[in-house]
Structures are given as structure tokens and as C-alpha cells.
């Protein structure tokens, strides 16, 4: 299978930066799609950037323009770099990859989270 561990996060003033990693290893086939999701208290967890192995990236329109994925194929790792931080931002962020670990068998695989959180 697939684990994913998660670097970065803590906490920033509103308007900071912060950046947060994701290594990717055990048996990994292929690699589909990497890329994070959020979820603060009492709300669904919610999706915040993608990229495709093709580097399309996809954000939610609530971070674009402020947050960056990227990947770097070789190690399997994904980034996502977070400027101009809102209290909004606040939530544990969660490393998602969509993998084959097989030829033909893939699957869903999760970080364990990491809290950012964004206060004065």
C-alpha cells in the first residue's frame, strides 16, 4: 500500500505564509493524482488544491491565487505553499493521493493531517 507523511504547518499571523509537504512511498505503482485537502471544527472536510501527474492543478476558489501545489515526480512528493493566510485558513490539512499499487489495483490513501492555524 501507500503511505503518505505529512510536513510543515503550525502556526502564522493573518497575511504569513506557511509550507506544507507530503512524501509519498511504500509500493507505488503509479501515482494518479496528489494533492490536499482541510477540515476545520465542525465543517466537511473540504477540498484545497490538486495535481495530476500531467500537472494540471485544480484549487478551490477560496485559496487560489494565494496557494501553489507542486510535485516533484522523482520523489513522489507534493507542496503546497500558502501565502497571505486569513483565520479562515485554519483547519487540519490533509495529504490525499489516488494511487495504483499494483497494476491494476488502486486506491484512496490519506496523510495523517497536520493543524494550521492562522491567528493574531
Known amino acids: 500500500q501507500v503511505q503518505l507523511v505529512e510536513s510543515g504547518g503550525g502556526l502564522v499571523q493573518p497575511g504569513g505564509s506557511l509550507s506544507l509537504s507530503c512524501a509519498a512511498s511504500?509500493?507505488?505503482?503509479?501515482?494518479?493524482?496528489m494533492g490536499w485537502y482541510r477540515q476545520a471544527p465542525g465543517k466537511q472536510r473540504e477540498l484545497v488544491a490538486t495535481?495530476?501527474?500531467?500537472?494540471?492543478?485544480n484549487y478551490a476558489d477560496s485559496v487560489k491565487g494565494r496557494f501553489t501545489i507542486s510535485r516533484t515526480n522523482a520523489k513522489n512528493t507534493v507542496y503546497l505553499q500558502m501565502n497571505s493566510l486569513k483565520p479562515e485558513d485554519t483547519a487540519v490539512y490533509y495529504c490525499?493521493?489516488?494511487?495504483?499499487?499494483?497494476?491494476?489495483?488502486?486506491?484512496?490513501?490519506w496523510g495523517q493531517g497536520t493543524q494550521v492555524t492562522v491567528s493574531s
Open positions: 495535481l495530476t501527474g500531467g500537472s494540471i492543478a
Open positions: 511504500g509500493s507505488i505503482f503509479s501515482i494518479v493524482v
Open positions: 490525499n493521493s489516488k494511487a495504483y499499487y499494483s497494476a491494476t489495483s488502486w486506491d484512496d490513501f
